[in-house]
C-alpha cells in the first residue's frame, strides 16, 4: 500500500502562509506553575445557561452555521480579550492521523464585528481542515521553529465539540487545558479538561463565566465591534474598578511644601534635623539657613514654577537648597555629582535652567550658560532668618526629575508640591502613624533618582532625622558601620544591594538598626526579604512600586515571612488616593488573574514631561474611570492576584523575538532567579558572529553550583527556545547610581560558537599534550578559546570535522585512533587520557551512542556508505532519554585493511552482533542512505529466522537492481574497481603505480563524497570502506518480500528528489514489502537531514511513529485476551 498525497507542496504553502506572521498561541492564565509534562488530567463540568442554548440553536439554524464554529469564534474573541493579541491560535481535533491537533489561525482586529470573526473562523477552520494531511513538524523546520515535544505544547487551548470530535481522543491528545462542548436532547454542556497542577476551579470557572459574558453579547448583537465587548459582570467591574481603589483619605490638599515644613519646625524647633559626618542642624537652623538662601535666589529672579539646578553632594547643604527652592516658589532640579558633565549641560539647558545651586569643588567641566551659586560662598549670611511670605499654590511644580527616555535623551517629569504632600500622607496611612519624629532616615540615594524624594520630604514633613550618608552607597562595610552608629530606623533599599549588605551585618556582627525598611526600584527576591525579617521580626518591610510619574510609589506591600518563600513579592495595594486600572489592548478593566496594562489615576500624578506635550498627551490620558481628572500609561505589565494585590510581570515593551517566537525577557529571568543557586539573573538580547540573535543570561550564582545544573534545571521549566543560549557568571552585578543594575558595563559572552559558556567553568589545558590538543581542536573548530572540558560537538563539531580532528591527531601524535573514541570521549580532557593509556577505547563495530529508557527496545541504526557513524551523534541527543540507541559501524571501519563484504554477510554479522544486546526481538531498527538496504536485508533475514521487525526506518535511499561486474573486479583494490564503476576512465590508470592509481582513484571518490572537504590523509582508509561498501551494494540483489511495513524518509532538497518523484520511490519500495509503506518528507539535504535543525522534526516522527505501534500492539494484545477469554 502507498501512503501519499499528491498536494502536498500547496498545502505546505498554505501553512507557510498562515503562519508568515507571528504565530500566536496565547495562553490562558495559570494559577501554579508545573514541570511534569504528562500528569493526570482533571475534568470540570461548567454550567451553560439554557436560555444561551437556546439562542445558540436559533441563530446557528437561521444563519446555516455550524455551532461548533460559532463556539470556536467566541473562544477566539475571548483569548483576545485575556492577550491582547491580534493572531490567535486555537487547537482543534483532526481527522486525519497525520496532525493530531489541527492549528486553526486567524487575525482578530478590534474593530471587526463580532460577526466578521465567525465567518473568518470558519474559513480558516475548512482551510485548515483542507490541509491537514501536511505534517506540522515539517512546517516549524521550514520556519527554523525549534519544536518542544511531538504533542506541541506550543499550543495551549483546544476547542472540541462531542458530536464533531471524540471526546477520548480529544482527552489523550489536548494539552494543559481543553473547553470540550456536548450537545444532547437540544441541551448545551461544557467541562474543563485540565492540569490540576496549573489550574485552580476557581479560576476555571470564572474564565467559562468570562467566555459566557462574550458568548451572550454575540448573541445578543452579532454587529457589536470586537473592542466593545465586555468580560467583566457587574459585579467584577465594581470589584477591580471601585472597590479596590477605594483609597480616599483627607488631608490638606491645598497646602504646599514650605507650609507643611514650616509648621513642623514650629513644633519641633530644636529637634535634630540634619545629621551628616561634619555637623548637626536642628529644624530652627535649617530654617533659617533655607531662608536666607530662599531670599537670595528670590532676589536673582525666582518665581513659581522656575527650574533651579541643584548639583550637590548628600550633606546639610543639599537639605538646605532643596528647601530654599521650594520657600522662594521655584522647582528645583536635581543633577547628580556623578553624571557626566554632557549629560548635566544637557539638563540644565533642556529645563531653562538660569540658575543653579552647587559648591565651588564640583565646578570642573561643567558648561552652564546660567548662574552658578555655591552654597560654600557667604553670599546668604547677611540675608534675613525669616520665613518668607509664600507665593506658592498646591498645584505648582515642586521639583522635575529627569529620567531616561526611549530617545535616548532624558526627559523631565514635572511634580506638583500636592503630589509630594500626597507621598506623605500615604506613607503615615500605610506605617499606621509608626512613622513619626523619633525615626531616623537614611539619606544615601543618588538625588537624581527619586527616591531620593522619599529620603528627603518624608521626614522633613513628620519631623524626623535626616541622617545623610556621604559615602559611595555600595560600599556595604561603611554604609553597614554608618547605619548601626547612628541607629538609623528607616531605610530605602534597591534590591540589587539587598544581599551584599545583609552579609555584611552577618559577617562583621553589627547590629541591624533599622524598624521600617522600603525596597523598590526593581522587583525584590523574596528569599532576599526573608533574610531582613529574620534580622529583625518587627521589621515594617514595603516592597513598594511606583514609575517617577506617579511620584515615587504608588502601591505598597507589607512583606511578611511565610513557610514556603514565593520568590514573586506582590508589589501590594493602591496608596492613599492612589487608582490603580489593569486594562486590556481595548481600554477595558480585566478580571482578576489576567495580565493588563497598568494605568495609575489619583493625586500622586505628574503634571507631565517638561517641553514635551505630544508624549504628555500620549502618557497622560483622560481617565474614564473618574471623569476630570487623568491617568498614567505605566507600560508595565500587571495582574490582580486574588487578596486584591498586583503583582508585576515585567515591561509591555521588553519582548524579543528569535526564530519566530515572542520571548518575554522577564519570564526567563523570573524562572532562573527561582534556581536555589541563583541570586539576581539578568537576561539580554545578543547576536552572535553571524548575526544570528540568542538570549544571553547573567547570573549571580553560588560558586557550588554548575552551569550544565542550572541549564538542565532551566530546560525542564521552559520551552527550549527559551533556555539562554549564553551563560555568564558575575560576581556582582554593576550598578548604575540609581542602584539598578549597569547593563553596559556588563561582560560580553564569548559567543564564538553560540553555546553555553562560563569562565568560572572554564578550565585552560594543564600540561604540555592538553596544550596540543586545544590547538588541534582550535584549529578544527574555528573557535577560541577551547577548555579541556568543553565538548567537541557542543561546540559546533560535526562529522567532516571529526574525521578532520582524528586525522590531525593521528598526524600529530603518530597514533592511529577509532572515530568512535572522540565520540565517547568529546572533551580535550577525556582524549588525552585515552591517548596516555595506549588505549583506542574500541569496541567493535556496534556503539552504544545513548541510553535511554530500559522498558522499551533499543533503536538499532545502521551506518551510511561511508561505513562511519558520526551522523547519529544528533539523532542520539534528540532522543536523550526516551530510548538506548546503538549504532553499527561498518565493519573493519577502524582498520587499515577493512573487510570486503557483501550485504548478505554484512547482515549476517550484524544479527549476530544485535543478539548479544537483545536476543529476540521485536526490534527497532533504522538505516541512512546506503544503511537503508541493509537493515531491509537484516529485516529479511530475521524474519526467515521467525522474529519481528516491528519497526523498520529507512532514510534517503531508493531500491536500485543489481549490476553483473567484470570478472577482475575481485582482483583490483576495491577503491580503483569503485572509481571505475563511477565513471573514471582506465586509460588514466594504465601508466600509473598502483599507488598513483589510488590517489588518483582518492581524489575522485573524496570529491563525490564530499565536495573535497576531507584532507586525503584521512580519506584513504575511510574511502576504501566506501568503495567496498558502494560496490556491495551494485552486487546486491533486492529480491523477495518482507512483512514489516517500511517508514520511508525523504529529504527535500536532495538530488533524489529531484531525479525521481517521491511516488515512484515510494513505489519501488512497496514492491518489497507485504506491508504498507508510509513516507514523510524532511527539511534538509542527504547530509544536512541528520543535522540541526532537521534532526529534530524527523526525531519527532520517528518517535511519533514508534508510540503509535506502541498503542497498536496493546490494542491488539487486549484483543487477544478478550478472544481467549
Known amino acids: 500500500m502507498i501512503v501519499y498525497d499528491k498536494e502536498m507542496l500547496e498545502r505546505k504553502q498554505y501553512w507557510l502562509d498562515t503562519f508568515s506572521g507571528e504565530p500566536a498561541f496565547p495562553d490562558v492564565p495559570s494559577d501554579f506553575q508545573s514541570t511534569d509534562p504528562m500528569p493526570e488530567r482533571a475534568s470540570l463540568s461548567v454550567s451553560v445557561d439554557p436560555a444561551v442554548t437556546a439562542s445558540l440553536l436559533r441563530i446557528c439554524k437561521d444563519s446555516d452555521m455550524l455551532m461548533y464554529t460559532f463556539l470556536l469564534a467566541v473562544a477566539k474573541i475571548w483569548l483576545y480579550k485575556y492577550s491582547g493579541r491580534y493572531e490567535i491560535g486555537v487547537g482543534v481535533p483532526s481527522h486525519r492521523p497525520t496532525l493530531k491537533l489541527v492549528p486553526v489561525v486567524s487575525r482578530l482586529e478590534p474593530a471587526q464585528s463580532a460577526k466578521q470573526v465567525i465567518l473568518e473562523t470558519k474559513r480558516s477552520l475548512t482551510e485548515a481542515y483542507q490541509n491537514q494531511e501536511f505534517p506540522i513538524v515539517q512546517l516549524l523546520d521550514e520556519l527554523g521553529v525549534s519544536n518542544t515535544n511531538e504533542r506541541l505544547p506550543w499550543m495551549k487551548l483546544v476547542v472540541s465539540l462531542d458530536q464533531i470530535h471524540d471526546p477520548d481522543f480529544v482527552e489523550a491528545e489536548a494539552p494543559d487545558l481543553a473547553l470540550m462542548f456536548s450537545k444532547e436532547d437540544g441541551v448545551l ?365 504608588c502601591t505598597g506591600y507589607f512583606y511578611q515571612s511565610k513557610d514556603s518563600v514565593d520568590p514573586s513579592v506582590p508589589i501590594g495595594k493602591p496608596m492613599a488616593n492612589t487608582q490603580m486600572y489593569v486594562l486590556n489592548a481595548d481600554m477595558q478593566p480585566v478580571p482578576r488573574g489576567i495580565l493588563g496594562e497598568l494605568w495609575v489615576g489619583g493625586d500622586g500624578i505628574a503634571r507631565g514631561y517638561w517641553n514635551q506635550p505630544e508624549l504628555t498627551a500620549e502618557r497622560f490620558v483622560d481617565n474614564p474611570f473618574h471623569p476630570g481628572t487623568k491617568m498614567y500609561r505605566t507600560g508595565d505589565i500587571v495582574r490582580w492576584l486574588p487578596d486584591g494585590n498586583l503583582q508585576f510581570n515585567g515591561r509591555a515593551d521588553h519582548q524579543v523575538k528569535i526564530r519566530g517566537y515572542r520571548i518575554e525577557l522577564g519570564e526567563v529571568e523570573n524562572r532562573l532567579v527561582q534556581h536555589e543557586a541563583v541570586k539576581n539573573a539578568l537576561v539580554l538580547i545578543k547576536e552572535d558572529t553571524q548575526g544570528e540573535k540568542y538570549l544571553c543570561a547573567y547570573v549571580e550564582m553560588s560558586s557550588e553550583a554548575t552551569n550544565e545544573v542550572l541549564v538542565e534545571w532551566i530546560a525542564k521549566r521552559l520551552p527550549i527556545y527559551m533556555v539562554p543560549s549564553a551563560l555568564v557568571r558575575v560576581d556582582t552585578f554593576p550598578l548604575t547610581p540609581n542602584g539598578k543594575i549597569d547593563r553596559r558595563s556588563l561582560p560580553e559572552p564569548n559567543q564564538s560558537s553560540a553555546t553555553m559558556y562560563d569562565k568560572q567553568d572554564f578550565l585552560e589545558p594543564r600540561n604540555e599534550l592538553e596544550q596540543t590538543m586545544v590547538k588541534l581542536w582550535e584549529e578544527v573548530l574555528q573557535v577560541e578559546p577551547i577548555g579541556v572540558f568543553d565538548n567537541f560537538f557542543a561546540m559546533g563539531g560535526h562529522s567532516l570535522k571529526a574525521l578532520n580532528l582524528v586525522n590531525k591527531v593521528t598526524k600529530m601524535f603518530d597514533r592511529s585512533l577509532p572515530l568512535s573514541v572522540l565520540f565517547k570521549n568529546p572533551t580535550v580532557a577525556s582524549l588525552c587520557e585515552v591517548l596516555q593509556s595506549h588505549s583506542d577505547d574500541a569496541s567493535g563495530n556496534l556503539i552504544l551512542l545513548n541510553e535511554g529508557d530500559e522498558s522499551v527496545p533499543p533503536l538499532f541504526v545502521v551506518h551510511g556508505q561511508g561505513g562511519g557513524i558520526i551522523n547519529f551523534v544528533h539523532l542520539a541527543q534528540e532522543l536523550e532519554s526516551k530510548r538506548t540507541v546503538y549504532a553499527f559501524q561498518a565493519l573493519g571501519y577502524d582498520d587499515e585493511e577493512p573487510i570486503e563484504l557483501h550485504v548478505e554477510q554484512m547482515a549476517e554479522r550484524y544479527i549476530a552482533e544485535m543478539r548479544q544486546i537483545a536476543p529476540t526481538g521485536p526490534y527497532h531498527l533504522m538505516g541512512w542512505s546506503f544503511g537503508g538496504i541493509l537493515v531491509y536485508e537484516i529485516t529479511k533475514q530475521l524474519e526467515e529466522q521467525g522474529e519481528t521487525v516491528a519497526y523498520l526506518a529507512v532514510c534517503d535511499v531508493r531500491p536500485r537492481s543489481h549490476e553483473a561486474l567484470s570478472t577482475w573486479d575481485e582482483e583490483r583494490d576495491p577503491l580503483i574497481r569503485y572509481a571505475l564503476l563511477q565513471g573514471l576512465d582506465e586509460s588514466r590508470l594504465a601508466e600509473l603505480s598502483e599507488e598513483q592509481q589510488l590517489r588518483v582513484c582518492q581524489q575522485l571518490i573524496s570529491e563525490e563524497v564530499s565536495d573535497g572537504v576531507l584532507e586525503e590523509e584521512t580519506s584513504l582508509s575511510k574511502l576504501r570502506i566506501n568503495a567496498i561498501n558502494g560496490l556491495a551494494l551494485r552486487k546486491y540483489q533486492l529480491v523477495g518480500s518482507i512483512r514489516a511495513d517500511i517508514h520511508l524518509f525523504l529529504a527535500l532538497e536532495d538530488s533524489l528528489l529531484q531525479d525521481a518523484r517521491a511516488e515512484e520511490i515510494v513505489a519501488l519500495w512497496s514492491g518489497l514489502t507485504e506491508g504498507q509503506v508510509k513516507y514523510s518528507l524532511t527539511g534538509g539535504d542527504h547530509y544536512s537531514m541528520l543535522e540541526p535543525p532537521h534532526i529534530k522534526p524527523l526525531v519527532d516522527m520517528i518517535c511519533g511513529q514508534l508510540e503509535l505501534h506502541a498503542e497498536e500492539m496493546k490494542i491488539l494484545l487486549m484483543n487477544q485476551e478478550i478472544g481467549t477469554d
Open 189 to 553: 454542556s461544557a467541562r474543563w479538561l485540565y492540569n490540576p497542577a496549573l489550574y485552580r476551579e476557581s479560576s476555571l470557572e470564572q474564565y467559562f463565566e468570562h467566555y459566557m459574558q462574550v458568548l451572550r453579547s454575540v448573541l445578543v448583537d452579532s454587529s457589536i465591534p470586537v473592542h466593545q465587548i465586555d468580560l467583566l459582570t457587574g459585579m467584577e467591574k465594581r470589584q477591580w474598578v471601585v472597590d479596590c481603589n477605594d483609597t480616599s483619605v483627607d488631608y490638606e490638599r491645598n497646602a504646599t511644601l514650605a507650609e507643611l515644613f514650616e509648621r513642623r519646625v514650629a513644633l519641633h524647633p530644636e529637634a535634630i534635623a540634619v545629621d551628616d559626618e561634619d555637623r548637626q542642624m536642628t529644624y530652627r537652623e535649617l530654617n533659617e539657613a533655607a531662608n536666607q538662601w530662599a531670599i537670595v535666589l528670590r532676589d536673582k529672579g525666582v518665581r513659581v514654577n522656575q527650574p533651579v539646578g541643584i548639583m550637590l553632594e548628600r550633606t546639610a547643604e543639599l537639605i538646605i537648597a532643596i528647601l530654599a527652592v521650594t520657600k522662594a516658589g521655584g522647582m528645583y532640579v536635581p543633577l547628580s555629582t556623578d553624571y557626566p558633565a554632557e549629560r548635566i549641560h544637557y539638563m540644565l539647558e533642556d529645563s531653562g535652567c538660569l540658575i543653579a545651586l552647587t559648591k565651588r569643588s564640583l565646578l570642573s567641566g561643567i558648561d552652564f550658560a546660567g548662574e552658578w551659586i555655591c552654597l560654600d560662598d557667604e553670599g546668604a549670611s547677611q540675608e534675613s532668618k525669616e520665613n518668607l511670605s509664600l507665593q506658592n499654590k498646591a498645584t505648582d511644580l515642586a521639583y522635575m526629575i529627569y529620567t531616561s527616555g526611549s530617545t535616548g535623551a532624558p526627559k523631565g517629569v514635572m511634580i506638583e508640591h500636592r503630589s509630594v504632600h500626597n507621598l506623605v500622607v500615604g506613607h503615615e496611612k500605610l506605617y499606621n502613624g509608626q512613622i513619626d519624629s523619633h525615626d531616623r532616615f537614611l539619606v544615601c540615594t543618588n538625588i537624581s533618582f527619586d527616591a531620593s524624594i522619599f529620603e528627603t520630604w518624608l521626614p522633613l514633613l513628620v519631623g524626623a532625622r535626616l541622617v545623610m550618608y556621604a559615602g559611595e552607597k555600595f560600599d556595604v562595610m561603611r554604609l553597614a558601620a554608618s547605619m548601626e552608629q547612628k541607629e538609623t530606623t528607616v531605610a530605602f533599599m534597591p534590591p540589587a544591594l539587598l544581599n551584599p549588605l545583609y552579609d555584611e551585618f552577618i559577617e562583621s556582627g553589627r547590629k541591624f538598626p533599622l524598624t521600617k525598611m522600603f525596597v523598590g526600584g526593581e522587583a525584590p527576591k523574596g528569599e532576599h526579604l526573608e533574610k531582613y525579617v529574620a534580622l529583625n521580626p518587627e521589621l515594617m518591610l514595603l516592597n513598594g512600586y511606583g514609575p517617577t510619574e506617579t511620584t515615587v510609589i
